[in-house]
């Protein structure tokens, strides 16, 4: 069962409704996964989304903040989640298709502006964070497993506009690297994108502080497709929108999509 897979921080679902449903227009991904909601699930415009042919819908949400969603041309049912650092965040959940392939959608902790466990707690938090996935991916390795979200990290020198002036900066900094390098190792996860695309620059956000974005072209890819090694090879036509951070009233990030065929 060939699909596509797409991965976006929305940033907020009702304010952009219409970008998603445009997105799923023009697009037509399989699956759909969202982040940063910001809405309770109860306010997610579903039916909008059902109208355009997306009829199933996983989602965990809080008002305002966080929020997590999966939304679906596919049948699938809910897997749960995870309570990472017994928060209450909605930060992840899970979805299995008919064909057992399971989804997690995660949207990892942003981790503050301070780069210092002791001086930001917002850091302290992201660590934390991903230490728990890491401990958790070593004691249930994951199979038939896919893994997308905003994960908050650039990992790799190209996946951000510059490596010198971005070291001390949250979201490439040494220790977050090794963090989540240590979590995708303990799950051997593939990271499909890098996978599709190896070489070159890299990005999926791009700040709104920006006066023009696409002219400055300062971003940073944040946003991520994992596979496990037992269906990494599955996995190809990694793409990022890039156009997408150009419509109106957009997300400060692009959408990430892949194809499975499975």
């Given at each position: 069962?060939?699909?596509?897979?797409?991965?976006?921080?929305i940033n907020?679902?009702?304010?952009?409704?219409?970008?998603?449903?445009?997105?799923?227009?023009?697009?037509?991904?399989?699956?759909?996964?969202?982040?940063e909601?910001?809405?309770?699930?109860?306010?997610?415009?579903?039916?909008?989304?059902?109208?355009?042919g997306?009829?199933?819908m996983?989602?965990r949400?809080?008002?305002g903040?966080?929020?997590?969603?999966?939304?679906?041309?596919?049948?699938?049912?809910?897997?749960g989640?995870?309570?990472?650092?017994?928060?209450?965040?909605?930060?992840?959940?899970?979805?299995?298709?008919?064909?057992?392939?399971?989804?997690?959608n995660?949207?990892?902790?942003?981790?503050g502006?301070?780069?210092?466990?002791?001086?930001n707690?917002?850091?302290?938090?992201?660590?934390?964070f991903?230490?728990?996935?890491?401990?958790?991916?070593?004691t249930?390795?994951?199979?038939?497993?896919?893994?997308?979200?905003?994960?908050?990290?650039?990992?790799?020198?190209?996946?951000?506009?510059?490596?010198?002036q971005l070291?001390?900066?949250?979201?490439?900094?040494?220790v977050?690297?090794?963090?989540?390098?240590?979590a995708?190792?303990?799950?051997?996860?593939?990271?499909?994108?890098?996978?599709?695309?190896p070489?070159?620059?890299l990005?999926?956000?791009?700040s709104?502080?920006?006066?023009?974005?696409?002219?400055?072209?300062?971003?940073?890819?944040?946003?991520?497709?994992?596979?496990?090694a037992?269906?990494?090879?599955?996995?190809?036509?990694?793409?990022?929108?890039?156009?997408?951070?150009?419509?109106?009233?957009?997300s400060?990030?692009?959408?990430?999509?892949?194809?499975?065929?499975?």
């Amino acid at each position: 069962m060939p699909f596509t897979i797409a991965t976006w921080n929305i940033n907020s679902i009702r304010l952009r409704a219409d970008l998603v449903t445009r997105f799923l227009r023009e697009q037509t991904p399989d699956i759909l996964c969202l982040q940063e909601c910001k809405s309770p699930v109860d306010k997610i415009p579903a039916d909008v989304f059902a109208a355009a042919g997306y009829g199933h819908m996983v989602a965990r949400g809080q008002k305002g903040y966080n929020g997590v969603a999966i939304l679906s041309r596919l049948p699938l049912e809910d897997a749960g989640h995870i309570d990472w650092c017994g928060r209450g965040d909605a930060r992840h959940v899970a979805a299995r298709l008919e064909n057992g392939v399971l989804i997690h959608n995660f949207y990892i902790p942003a981790g503050g502006d301070i780069p210092d466990v002791e001086a930001n707690e917002k850091f302290a938090h992201k660590l934390d964070f991903l230490s728990e996935m890491r401990a958790t991916f070593r004691t249930e390795r994951p199979e038939r497993a896919i893994l997308v979200g905003d994960l908050n990290i650039a990992p790799r020198e190209d996946d951000v506009w510059s490596h010198k002036q971005l070291l001390k900066v949250v979201s490439h900094t040494p220790v977050e690297v090794d963090h989540l390098g240590t979590a995708q190792e303990a799950g051997r996860w593939t990271d499909v994108t890098r996978a599709d695309i190896p070489e070159g620059r890299l990005y999926s956000w791009w700040s709104y502080r920006a006066r023009d974005w696409d002219a400055a072209d300062k971003g940073r890819r944040l946003d991520h497709i994992w596979a496990s090694a037992d269906i990494a090879a599955a996995a190809h036509s990694s793409r990022i929108l890039r156009d997408v951070r150009g419509w109106e009233r957009p997300s400060d990030h692009a959408p990430v999509l892949a194809e499975f065929d499975l």
